[in-house]
C-alpha cells in the first residue's frame, strides 16, 4: 500500500505530512518521561519482521500483514504510531519502498489511521467478544488505510484516474485483504490474551480529548486534502518560476546567441539546452569524483 | 546395516541462509534405522541447520534429500511431521500452549486419539519426566530444565521414530542433565543429536559425523573420532 | 504453515539484501558525500521531478540523474534493475489514459521512474547510521532517531527469531490445514513473537540506560566535495526553471 513519488500532487503531499507530524509530534509529546524508545524501536522491528512472511493466500499468491490495527491495541495508539512510523519510515530510507514525498501520506495512512481506528474499533468491541473485536480491528483498519490511500491518488491531478476509480479499487481489493489482517490480528490478540492477560492490563486510558480530536481529524482529512487540491497545483514551481519572471526570458538564448535565429525550432533550443546542462553536470561530476 | 531402512539421505546437500550465511556446505549422509549419531563440531559449523534440514523442515538450496525414501513434498508433509520429532535449542521458541499438559497434547490431539489414550500417554511420560507437579503451569513461568524436559517429553509423547536433538543439555542444571541423558539412552528410534559436548555425544551414540568451520562434513567414524585430537583440532571443536 | 515457510525465506533473501545495498554496490564519489546534503538533494530531486507535467524538465532531471551517477562510478545497472519493475508498473496501469492523453503515461512513469533513481542514489550510497544522525542534525526529535536505528539494527534479529518460532511450530504440525488454519496459528506463533519482542525490549532499555541513551551527535563539517554537489543540485534546479 505505499504511495510511491509521482502519484501525489505536492499539496495533497505536503497536507499529510503536516497532519501526520502533527498527530506524531503530539504522540511523542503524550509519551514523554515515560522511557519507551526501545520499546516502539524493537516492536517496529517486530512489525517489520512480521511484515516479512509471505502468508498464503486461496488463489496461489500471497499477502502479506501490515499490523497497523495490532500496534495499536497492543501498544495504545500513541506508541503504536511511533512504532508504525518507524517501519515506513525505514522502509523509505533503507528500501525505498514508498515514495519520499509521499512519506507523509503513508505514514497518515497506515500509522495514523490504521492504527488509530483499528485501537477505536478494538476497544468498542472488546466487550463483547476479543476476537473478534481484534478481528474487525484489524479488517477495517487496513480497509480504511487503503481507501484513503485511494483519496489521496484519486484526488490528485498528478494520476489521471479520479477519486470514482481509485477509491473503489483500493477500498474493495483491501477489504479482501483485509481478511488475512483481521484474522492475523485476532489470532495474535487472542494467544495474548490467553498467555499473558497483564499485558493488557495496564493500559491508562489515554486522553479523551485527544482522542477525539484525532479522530476528528483522521474524519475530515478527506476535505482537508480536496480543499489542499484546490488551492494548490500539480505544478507549483512553474507557477512561482513565472510569478518570478524567470521563464519569459530563457537565459539560455543570451549565452547561445545563435539561438535567436528566428528559424530555429523552438524543440531544437530545448535540445540543446538539455544538452548543454548535461555537459555542465558531467563536467561537475568529474569535478566531484577528483574531489572523493 | 544392509537390512536396515535407509531414514535419510542426503546427496551433496547444501544450505545458504537468505542472509546470504552459509549453513552447511556439500554434505553427504546416510542415516539408517536404529542408528544413534553424534553431530559434533564448533558452534557455527552447520549443526543446526543440518538438524532443520534432516528433520525436512528446511529444504536445501543445493543437492537432494530423501526422507523415509522420498522427497519432502506437498503430499508427505504432514507424514514426515508424524514421524520425525525435533527438540530444538531454544524451548522459548518451541513451547506455546496454555499449560505443560496442552503442551504434551498438543500434537496427540491433532492425530486425534481417544481421551483413554491421551490420558495415558500424559501420565506415563508426565511420570518417567518427573514432571507431574507442573502440569497445569504455563510453560514461561518454568525453570530452564524444567522447560527442556517438558519439551522433549511433548515430542516423545506422540513416539516420533526419529528423534532430532539440537543441543538437547544447554540451559540445564546438572540434575536434570543426567535424567535427561538417561531418558535419551533409553529412546528406541533412530536418534540423532547435535552437541558441541562430546561427553554427551560419546554417551548417547555410537556414530559420529564431524562437522568443520567450513561448514563441511569433515569426518564420519565411530567413537575414535571423538579421541582424535588432531581431527577434533582440526575442525575447530578444541 | 508450509507455504507459509518457504516463501517467506525465499523472498527474505532480497530483504537483507536491501540492508546492507549500500556495503554491496560499488564504492562511488558519492558514498563519500555528507548526507545531509544528499538527504536534501534527493528531496529537492524528487520535488522537481513530480511537481511538473512538463515532459522535458522531467527528462532534464533524469538524465542529469543518470550523468552524475555513472561519472561518479555508480552501477547504473544496478539502478536500473531497481528501478525498472515500478516504472513499468506505473506505466502499465496509466496506459488506458493514452487514449485521451498520448503523452501523459510517458510523461507519468518519466516523474516515477526519475523520483526512483533519486532515491536509490541517496539509498545505495548512504548507510542508515549517516542517514540517522542526519535527520538528527535536522531536528528529528531525538526520541524517533533512536528507534529508527535500534529498530534497523535488530530487524533481521527479530526475524530469525521469528522464523525459529514458525519452524518449531511446523516441526508440531501433523494435520494438513485450510488457508485459514494457517492464518489463525500462524497468528498465534506471531502473538509468541510479539511477547518475546516485549521481554527483549525491556531488556534493552534496561541496557540503554545503563550506557546512557544520546545518540551521538553529528561531528562531520561540510568538505569541498559536499559543496561540489551542492553546486551540481542548485545547476540543476536552474537549468530545470530555464528549460
Redesign the interface.
Known sequence: MHI?????D?SVAGLFYILSIVV??YS?YR?RGQ????????????I???Q???????GGT?AH?VGGA?AGI?LGPYAGA??M???L??Q?????DG???ALGANIWNMAIVDVFVGYYIYKALERFNRSIAAFVAGWLGITLAAIFAGIEIGISS????GLTVTVPVMGVWHAILGI?EG??????????A???PD?FEQKAAPGKLALGVIAAMIAVSPLFAYAAELVGY?????NA?EIIG??EN???EGLLPSYTLPSLDPYIG?LI??VV??V???G??????R?? | MGDNLKVIEAENVSYNYPDGSTGVRDVTLEIFEGERIGLVGANGSGKSTLILLLAGLLKPTKGNLRIFGKEVDKKNVEDIRRRIGVVFQNPDDFL?N?TVRDELLYVPRQLEWGEEELEEALRYHAEIFRIEHILDK?P?RLSGGEKKKVEIASVLVYRPEVLLLDEPTAYVDGKTRRHILKILDDFEGTLIIATHELDVAEKLADKFILLNLDHRIEAVGGKEILKNEELLERAGVI | MH??LE??I???SS?FQ??L?HEYSKK??????DARIKLIA??IF?????????P?KV??VL??LI??S????LSLRSIAE?VWL?ALF?FIV?LP?SLS?PI?PVT?TL??A???VA??M??MTTS?AE?CLALRSFRV?E??V??????????I???K??LSILLARESRRVSKGS??D???????A??????R??E???K??LA??ARG?ALSHYHGKL???DF??A??VA??VF?W???
Not at chain 3, 524528487?46 to 512538463?54: E, G, I
Not at chain 3, 533512536?146 to 530487524?155: F, I, Q, T
Not at chain 3, 494457517?182 to 498465534?188: A, L, P, S, T, Y
Request: net charge neutral.
Open positions: 510511491p513519488d509521482g502519484y501525489l505536492l506524531l509530534g511523542i509519551l522511557k519507551l524508545t526501545s520499546l516502539f524501536g524493537i516492536v517496529a522491528a517486530a517489520f519482521a512480521a516479512m512472511l509471505n502468508w498464503p493466500i486461496p500471497s500483514f495490532l497492543l511511533l512504532a512510523a518507524v517501519v519510515t525505514i523509505c530510507l533503507v528500501f525505498a515514495g519520499i514525498t498528478s494520476f489521471g484516474y488475512v484474522v492475523i490480528t485476532a489470532g495474535v490478540v487472542s494467544y495474548i490467553a498467555a499473558r499485558v500539480a505544478e507549483p514551481l512553474e518560476a524567470l521563464e530563457p537565459i539560455y530545448t539546452a538539455g546542462g548535461t555542465i553536470v558531467l561537475l561530476g568529474v569535478i566531484l569524483a574531489y572523493a | 506455546f496454555p504455563p514461561f | 507455504e507459509l516463501r517467506t525465499r523472498e527474505a530483504y536491501n540492508f545495498i562511488s564519489a558519492l558514498h563519500a558525500v534527493t528531496i524528487v520535488v522537481l521531478a513530480v511537481s511538473t507535467f512538463n522535458e527528462l532534464l538524465i542529469f550523468t552524475i555513472a561519472v561518479t562510478g531497481r515500478f506505473s496509466v489514459i492523453n501523459y507519468f516523474r516515477v526519475t523520483s526512483l532515491i536509490q541517496l539509498v542508515f542517514i526529535p526520541v524517533f533512536s528507534a529508527l536505528w535500534l529498530a534497523y539494527r535488530y530487524v534479529l527479530m526475524f527469531e521469528l488457508h485459514m494457517v492464518w489463525r496459528k500462524g497468528g498465534e506471531v502473538g509468541l513473537f510479539f511477547l519482542s516485549f527483549k525490549a525491556e534493552v532499555q540503554m540506560e541513551e568538505k569541498m566535495l561540489v554537489y553546486t551540481i545547476f540543476t537549468w526553471v530555464i528549460i
